[in-house]
Structures are given as C-alpha cells and as structure tokens.
C-alpha cells in the first residue's frame, strides 16, 4: 500500500509514458511474472493383491459415495483458485491535484481535476485486475489568464472495475491486448462552462489520449523484460467499456460584450453506454457507440426574460456511431 497526501502532478504525455513503462518494466522484471504455483505431482497408482483388493472393496465404495458429493463442490472453486498466485497493489493518492495543460509549451493554462483518486490492482500471470480506480470527492476547475481561477464541476466522481489481459504469438509475432472496463459508473453530477472553455479542454484531452510521446526506457532494458516487444509484427489493442451516467447537467455559457451568460443546458442519463475502441500499430483506431437508453432533454436560455425555455423535452434516443478508415485511406 502506497500513501500519498496532497500530490501536484502536471499530466503530460511523456510522464505518464515513462510511468507506465517503469510500471511494466518493474512487473516483468519480477519474480511472480509469469509464476503460479504448481499442485504437487500426485502419487502413482498402487496395484494391490488379489487379497487386499478383496478387502478393500468396501471401503472404496464407501468413499466413493462420500467424495462425489464433495467433489461436485470443490471442483469448479478449486479449479477458479488453480493456485494462481499474484500481486496486490494499492495506491492512495489523498486530497491531489491533477493538472492537464490546454497547450504543452505554456502549462499556466490548465485544467485541474481535484480529489482523491483511490487505485488497487491484483497483477498475476494471466493479466491485471482493476479492483478499485475511483475518485472520490473530485472537481474539476480551470487555471487561466483570462480571468480568476473558476470551479466547473464543484462535485465530479467515477468508480470503475475491471481487467487487462495480454496474448502473445511468438512465432508469428503477434499481440494482443484486451482491456474489459465492466463497470464504468458516473455518479449524478452538473458542470458549467463556456464554449471556448469546452474547446480547449477536448484539445487537451485529445492531446493527452493521443500520447505522442516516445518511451525514454533504453532498448536494452525493454529487450530484458520483454524480448517480443521489439520483434512485433503487429500489436492490437482492443478496449470494452460499460459506462453508467447516473445524471449529467451540463451548461454551456455564450459570451456577449466580454461577459457571459447561460446559454444552453442539458440534462442526460443513461443505464448502460457501450463503448468499443480497436487500435492497431500503423492504422486508425476503430470505434464503436452503442446505447438504447439514452433520455435527454435540452434548454435555451432567454436572457431578456432570465427564464430556460424548452428546445427539446425529455425523450429516449437510441445511439449507433460507428468510423473506420477504409483500406484505401
């Protein structure tokens, strides 16, 4: 368990690549890599004589009667068990700061998402379990230049369960890598911004996810702890996700004469939101949206008579995206 109180970290695409590779590289490098503990080799079978086999019949019978009852239970618990062994890891990171800069070059500029970011993994031979990665009593808040640091989700939080796993082809130079986040949950919350703040902050976010950043691990040091990386052929990476949005209230400010004021504002919720990203080396990433529970309804905002007016009333959508880059380009 680690223990950190009021952490300040500058999200930036070439730290949280050196972080995830010297994650790896610790894991691989340790002994429980690739280790389970194996059952102890059962004895061979005895072959009695003709006259013990004769008095041994009846309490083989009687045996056999009472494990299979036995058996039926143990079999399915003792073979999920299958002596796996693994690691478990436990991260507290207390009443932080996480900033992530609108531009690279001028980090005063920046979004912060505050709170207390809870993470716990069980890391074994077959992948890594997500037990717990969850903020708790989060905001989301804006640094600028433009004008006095402002607070636009005063109460923002998630908890998401999950697992990664990793397949490799060594004789055709393949990998696989699924990352199954089966309970994504969005707790009821309301953010309130203006329209150049929400573009600057889907750049930065695109920044980020795009992680344009080389590793600084040496070759060396990534041949030691895994000799396929550096031979792959193709590396795939597949992410399902089911996203719950308790509630939303989003309110996107206009500006008028330097000043703003409520614009529009929308309500969303939805039970289950599906989400399927395939990324592979060299290609465009494909992507899949899918919800048949989606309720919305949408404001406008009269600032002559500081009433909301209706757009569109609460009603139920049904949402397919789908996009991916043809062969040809």
Request: hydrophobic share 35%; aromatic share 6%; with cysteine.
């Amino acid at each position: 368990v680690v223990q950190v109180n009021r952490p300040v970290m500058h999200v930036l695409p070439q730290l949280v690549m050196d972080l995830i590779c010297a994650g790896l590289s610790s894991w691989q490098h340790c002994t429980f890599r690739n280790d389970r503990a194996q059952p102890p080799p059962e004895p061979p079978p005895l072959t009695p004589s003709p006259s013990a086999a004769s008095c041994n019949w009846a309490a083989m019978q009687r045996h056999k009667s009472s494990s299979s009852s036995i058996g039926s239970m143990e079999s399915g618990g003792a073979s999920a068990s299958s002596h796996r062994r693994g690691t478990r890891v436990q991260v507290n990171l207390s009443d932080g700061v996480f900033r992530i800069a609108e531009r690279w070059d001028d980090p005063a500029e920046h979004f912060e998402f505050a709170g207390s970011l809870i993470i716990a993994i069980l890391a074994h031979a077959e992948g890594i379990r997500i037990e717990r990665f969850d903020l708790v009593g989060g905001a989301l808040r804006l640094q600028s230049k433009r004008r006095s640091p402002t607070t636009l989700c005063p109460c923002l939080e998630w908890m998401v369960r999950g697992e990664q796993r990793r397949t490799d082809d060594g004789t055709r130079m393949k990998r696989q890598t699924n990352y199954n986040l089966r309970s994504v949950i969005l707790p009821p919350y309301a953010i309130r911004m203006s329209a150049k703040d929400h573009q600057a902050m889907v750049r930065s976010l695109m920044e980020l996810i795009s992680l344009d950043a080389e590793s600084s691990e040496p070759p060396e040091e990534t041949r030691s702890r895994d000799p396929l990386a550096l031979k792959l052929v193709e590396n795939r990476m597949t992410l399902v996700a089911e996203v719950a949005i308790q509630g939303a209230e989003v309110q996107i400010l206009g500006e008028e004469g330097g000043h703003e004021w409520p614009g529009l504002k929308a309500n969303a919720r939805c039970p289950l939101f599906e989400v399927t990203v395939e990324t592979r080396q060299g290609y465009s990433p494909t992507i899949n949206l899918f919800t048949k529970g989606l309720e919305v309804d949408l404001w406008a905002h009269n600032h002559r008579l500081g009433v909301w007016e209706p757009v569109l009333p609460p009603c139920s959508w049904r949402l397919s995206y789908h996009r991916q880059r043809k062969p040809d380009g």
